[in-house]
């Protein structure tokens, strides 16, 4: 039985869970390693040139594509490729499901961080059963512990039973939630500038963030990463904003949903690199390169060391992670449902209670607190190790190669031009004829630049394979590949071949002012 689609309630609604899906830890800590990473202000030019020529294209597209077929990513890509593209649709969607998986399990890390700001995270004591870790500074000991204990599992489950209790009736009930949260954020962020720039040196982490450097920009590396940041940072290759379009009437304007969507996005990037960057510098501290470092590890280091108000600015920083995590793991989670309840027809509470279920058993996984490795030379838990083997893949690969198959489709087979025209006829802005290139030829070409470079970088060593490990530890990375590979490929080769109910239009997509619209 088919039931009834939703609707934003207001324009203001949807910018707001688009740009609340969009804005997530990425945003506060991982733009910030990637600048780091990647020379400070050298990153900034290579962000900015793929955000016009990578990000906005195909957002407009992914958010025109649902606007005109009103239905999720799977099917709307089946009506351009047949049950080829509705199969690269699926795979999409079961690829972020890994990625969601992890996601919410480093939300209950960012819980346990919270509980913990209020008092035991800036205690003296960094003694931890299990670890060799006296000369830690204290916030590694509390992360480990934390992390090491069965009660990891417990905020697992509260924040599935939050990401549940959100998304229970829809846009109905993320949209109330995404007008508080987003905001909020956008304060604290600003708070927590405020702070930071009125530190000795503060200001000096801010000059070096928008010092670029030309020389380091000639490192292909740089680029790969602004590609890669982009794409994550406006969930991009998720399915989510099709999902979220389709909510739309058919005659929004996406351009300038997208527009605002992705400055939205990314002065938020901007302002958490000014917040990050004036913390770490007044306490002159040199971040690891890895995201969890920078928010378990680095951040807390700083904000213990400042003079006063330490639990209240660590409270309210933790705070902010877990409203931006949730805003955009909501988004991931109705991304899937709106797929199965477009294909299967089923109620929303029987989607979200099956793909709740296997999402638990996922990031339960992801939680595990079995101590695999007490001298921490390596993740410390098997729960930290798989999270970072499947990220590698899911993340590095899995979203690329999405964005490469998605715009090689819409681009040719749709074909660009068709989609663009009708984008045009409900946008103040129409997109130039340069716009079907951009689609057609320069991202794939850009993408698979990224995806070849880092398949290069593969050869000669299989990701986290190290030979001098005892055990089955050997071969995990390859559990874990096959784990993602199979596991995604399978669940949606099952998708796109199980019947569906029959109710949702399947032939070539239609064009018009009118709901049925005329074929083109």
């Known amino acids: 039985m088919s039931t009834q689609r939703g609707q934003w309630k207001s324009k203001l609604g949807f910018v707001l869970a688009a740009s609340g899906s969009a804005i997530g830890l990425g945003n506060v800590v991982f733009f910030g390693s990637n600048a780091y990473t990647y020379g400070f202000g050298a990153f900034y030019l290579p962000y900015l040139v793929a955000l016009f020529l990578v990000g906005i294209p195909v957002l407009i597209t992914e958010l025109g594509l649902g606007g005109v077929t009103q239905q999720a990513f799977p099917p709307s890509l089946g009506r351009v490729g047949g049950r080829w593209g509705e199969f690269a649709g699926w795979w999409a969607l079961l690829n972020a499901s890994f990625i969601t998986m992890y996601y919410i399990t480093i939300l209950s890390w960012v819980l346990?961080?919270?509980?913990?700001?209020?008092?035991?995270?800036?205690?003296?004591?960094?003694a931890t059963p299990g670890f060799d870790m006296e000369s830690l500074a204290n916030p590694h000991g509390f992360f480990f512990s934390m992390i090491s204990s069965p009660w990891i599992l417990l905020l697992v489950v509260v924040v599935w039973l939050a990401n549940v209790f959100i998304v229970r009736r829809g846009v109905t009930s993320i949209e109330p939630v995404v007008k508080v949260f987003v905001p909020l954020m956008w304060i604290f962020m600003l708070v927590l500038i405020v702070r930071g720039l009125t530190l000795p040196n503060g200001e000096e982490g801010v000059f070096l963030l928008f010092t670029p450097d030309f020389e380091i920009m000639k490192d292909p590396q740089v680029w790969r990463g602004a590609v890669s940041q982009i794409f994550f940072s406006l969930t991009l290759g998720f399915g989510v904003m099709t999902a979220y379009a389709s909510y739309l009437p058919k005659n929004s304007d996406q351009v300038n949903n997208g527009i605002v969507t992705a400055c939205l996005n990314c002065g938020f990037e901007y302002v958490a690199g000014v917040a990050i960057f004036s913390l770490l510098f007044a306490f002159a501290i040199v971040p690891n390169t890895s995201t969890l470092s920078?928010?378990?590890?680095?951040?807390?280091?700083?904000?213990a060391e400042m003079p006063a108000a330490v639990w209240q600015f660590g409270v309210l920083?933790?705070?902010?992670?877990?409203?931006?995590?949730?805003?955009?793991?909501?988004?991931?989670?109705?991304?899937?449902?709106?797929?199965i309840m477009d294909k299967f027809g089923w109620t929303r509470r029987k989607t979200l209670g099956v793909t709740a279920s296997f999402g638990l058993v996922g990031s339960i996984c992801f939680a595990l607190p079995v101590i695999m490795d007490p001298d921490l030379s390596w993740n410390g838990t098997l729960g930290l190790t798989l999270l970072?083997?499947?990220?590698?893949?899911?993340?590095?690969?899995?979203?690329?190669?999405?964005?490469?198959?998605?715009?090689?489709?819409?681009?040719?087979?749709?074909?660009?031009?068709?989609?663009?025209?009708?984008?045009?006829?409900?946008?103040?802005?129409?997109?130039?004829a340069v716009f079907d290139w951009l689609i057609k030829l320069v991202i794939p070409a850009a993408l698979a630049f990224v995806l070849g470079y880092s398949a290069w970088g593969e050869i000669g060593g299989f990701y986290g394979y190290d030979g001098?490990?005892?055990?089955?530890?050997?071969?995990?990375?390859?559990?874990?590949?096959?784990?993602?590979?199979?596991?995604?490929?399978?669940?949606?080769?099952?998708?796109?071949?199980?019947?569906?109910?029959?109710?949702?239009?399947?032939?070539p997509i239609t064009y018009g002012p009118d709901a049925g619209g005329e074929e083109a």
């Open 317 to 339: 920083f933790f705070l902010l992670l877990l409203m931006a995590g949730l805003s955009s793991s909501i988004s991931l989670i109705e991304g899937l449902n709106c797929a």
């Open 294 to 303: 920078m928010i378990f590890f680095v951040v807390p280091t700083g904000i």
């Open 112 to 126: 346990g961080m919270f509980l913990g700001a209020f008092g035991p995270l800036w205690e003296e004591s960094t």
């Open 468 to 507: 001098d490990r005892p055990g089955w530890e050997r071969i995990l990375p390859f559990i874990c590949f096959f784990v993602w590979l199979v596991g995604s490929l399978g669940a949606a080769a099952f998708f796109t071949w199980k019947k569906g109910d029959g109710s949702q239009p399947t032939g």
């Open 388 to 432: 970072d083997l499947i990220d590698h893949w899911a993340f590095s690969y899995g979203l690329l190669i999405v964005g490469l198959v998605e715009c090689l489709l819409i681009g040719w087979m749709l074909p660009i031009r068709k989609l663009r025209e009708e984008i045009n006829r409900n946008s103040r802005f129409h997109l130039p």
